[in-house]
């Protein structure tokens, strides 16, 4: 899978060049005195013009206008080349009474809210591509699930001398030893490939245990078009995954409080160990976040990545008000950071979330007094009753067209199971609500 970048560039302008000589200065000073002397009130016009180099070369003066008139040039507008993949098909965009979506450089994106899992936007969501070091997400996901943080980290050779010296390292020595912690720092913040490796090692023994339990994660998540083949995203033909099944490893991630906490820090500094007598200063990479280059009011963090074959991929998780986003751009440009920005504004001014039992009139998902029910129905009622407040997302003009789709059973009981319901909008998936099933006893009974 080879992807060409096309990366903006200026427009070049064809200026002539400006080319003085002192001894003209000299000349047009003579041809000034034979004037005045032979009594000509008119000025010799020299053969080239003298330019004041400092004025803007944009205005030049009309001879054929009055004296106080001149003529702006005319200045060619920048022209800009985008990517070959701005104009391709932006498959939210034909969903009916959905919001129009921006065009961006990306070859891949996708915009699915945190709280509901609804798509807000899907470009080519579900073409496998390569993560780079978005895969980072699933390695400090795993850390995180599997050790506790004061755990020591022991480097082995591997873990130095199986990454290029020339991909992003923390410069870890054989044998230096950093808790579970502060590898987890260099993995979010330096996007460090060797703390990676050597994560994948002391959590699961080996490298090939690791991707076993990364793949295995994956599909318990509901990725359907994930490979992993090493921990850290270096490219490998055989390594890869999609927007959407990133969006949804970096929804279950940011609900473990550890890696919340990894992925939104912003700097950090790693104290000076046994073999490394410097202490190591990071930045989080992702240029987003607050007091960083590109800062955009919300971001809470996320991860970069960047390889030839991939290009850049980055994901994003921002809040605003009551939404919160996910954001995924893979293969994208310069970052990916304009086009991360655009799809953040598209959610937050086009989407939002609305209680399920505001929409739909007669809800059945309450705990209701069922002495009518029974006495109505002459029937035992089978009442849901949900977990907690449930929401959908939907575009802010939308009108209230929610339909249930099946009521999944999560368990073998019937009675007393769980239920999974999930809403749509105009076929569109809007979010999901989970509920118990209970018998309700009559009052009268009682």
């Given at each position: 899978m080879n992807h060409k970048l096309v990366f903006l560039k200026e427009s070049h302008?064809?200026?002539?060049?400006?080319?003085?000589?002192?001894?003209?200065?000299?000349?047009?000073?003579?041809?000034?005195?034979?004037?005045?002397?032979?009594?000509?009130?008119?000025?010799?016009?020299?053969?080239?013009?003298?330019?004041?180099?400092?004025?803007?070369?944009?205005?030049?003066?009309?001879?054929?206008?009055?004296?106080?008139?001149?003529?702006?040039?005319?200045?060619?507008?920048?022209?800009?080349?985008?990517?070959?993949?701005?104009d391709s098909p932006i498959e939210s965009n034909e969903w009916q009474?959905?919001?129009?979506?921006?065009?961006?450089?990306?070859?891949?994106?996708?915009?699915?809210?945190?709280?509901?899992?609804?798509?807000?936007?899907?470009?080519?969501?579900?073409?496998?591509?390569?993560p780079a070091s978005i895969t980072k997400i699933m390695t400090a996901l795993l850390?995180?699930?599997?050790?506790?943080?004061?755990?020591?980290?022991?480097?082995?050779?591997?873990?130095?001398?199986?990454?290029?010296?020339?991909?992003?390292?923390?410069?870890?020595?054989?044998?230096?030893?950093?808790?579970?912690?502060?590898?987890?720092?260099?993995?979010?913040?330096?996007?460090?490939?060797?703390?990676a490796y050597a994560v994948a090692e002391h959590t699961s023994g080996s490298m090939k245990k690791f991707v076993e339990?990364?793949?295995?994660?994956?599909?318990?998540?509901?990725?359907?078009?994930?490979?992993?083949n090493n921990p850290h995203g270096l490219h490998s033909e055989n390594h890869y995954t999609t927007a959407r099944d990133m969006a949804l490893i970096a929804k279950t991630a940011w609900r473990n409080t550890r890696f919340r906490r990894f992925a939104s820090t912003v700097t950090c500094e790693i104290p000076p160990t046994e073999l490394f007598q410097e202490t190591r200063s990071y930045l989080n990479n992702h240029k987003m976040m607050k007091t960083e280059e590109y800062e955009y009011p919300g971001v809470l963090g996320g991860k970069t990545g960047f390889t030839d074959q991939a290009g850049n991929t980055l994901v994003t998780v921002a809040r605003k008000n009551s939404m919160a986003l996910i954001v995924v751009v893979l293969n994208g440009i310069n970052g990916a950071y304009s086009d991360t920005a655009a799809l953040l504004?598209?959610?937050?001014?086009?989407?939002?979330?609305?209680?399920?039992?505001?929409?739909?009139?007669?809800?059945?998902l309450k705990?209701?007094?069922?002495?009518?029910?029974?006495?109505?129905?002459?029937?035992?009622?089978?009442?849901r009753e949900p977990a907690s407040n449930y929401y959908v997302t939907l575009p802010k003009d939308a009108k209230p067209r929610l339909m249930f789709s099946e009521n999944k059973a999560l368990d073998s009981s019937p009675?007393?199971?769980?239920?999974?319901?999930n809403y749509y909008y105009y076929g569109n998936f809007a979010g999901s609500c989970l509920s118990y099933q209970k018998e309700v006893l009559s009052t009268l009974l009682q």
């Open positions: 302008f064809n200026r002539s060049k400006q080319v003085s000589f002192p001894w003209k200065y000299k000349a047009v000073s003579v041809l000034l005195s034979l004037t005045l002397l032979l009594g000509n009130t008119s000025p010799v016009q020299a053969s080239e013009d003298i330019k004041d180099e400092t004025a803007p070369a944009a205005e030049v003066i009309d001879e054929s206008a009055s004296s106080d008139s001149t003529v702006q040039a005319e200045t060619p507008e920048e022209e800009i080349i985008h990517s070959a993949y701005y009474n959905w919001p129009e979506g921006p065009s961006i450089e990306a070859q891949a994106a996708i915009v699915m809210d945190y709280y509901t899992g609804a798509v807000l936007y899907s470009k080519s969501a579900d073409a496998q591509m390569y850390a995180c699930e599997n050790n506790s943080l004061d755990e020591i980290v022991t480097v082995s050779e591997n873990a130095v001398y199986n990454i290029s010296e020339d991909s992003s390292r923390a410069w870890l020595e054989v044998g230096e030893s950093l808790t579970m912690e502060q590898m987890l720092l260099c993995i979010m913040l330096q996007s460090a490939n060797d703390a339990l990364m793949n295995q994660r994956a599909r318990e998540i509901g990725c359907t078009g994930t490979h992993f504004d598209y959610g937050f001014e086009n989407f939002k979330n609305y209680r399920v039992d505001t929409l739909v009139a007669g809800d059945t705990t209701l007094p069922c002495d009518q029910l029974i006495l109505s129905s002459g029937a035992w009622p089978s009442v009675c007393r199971g769980q239920i999974l319901t």
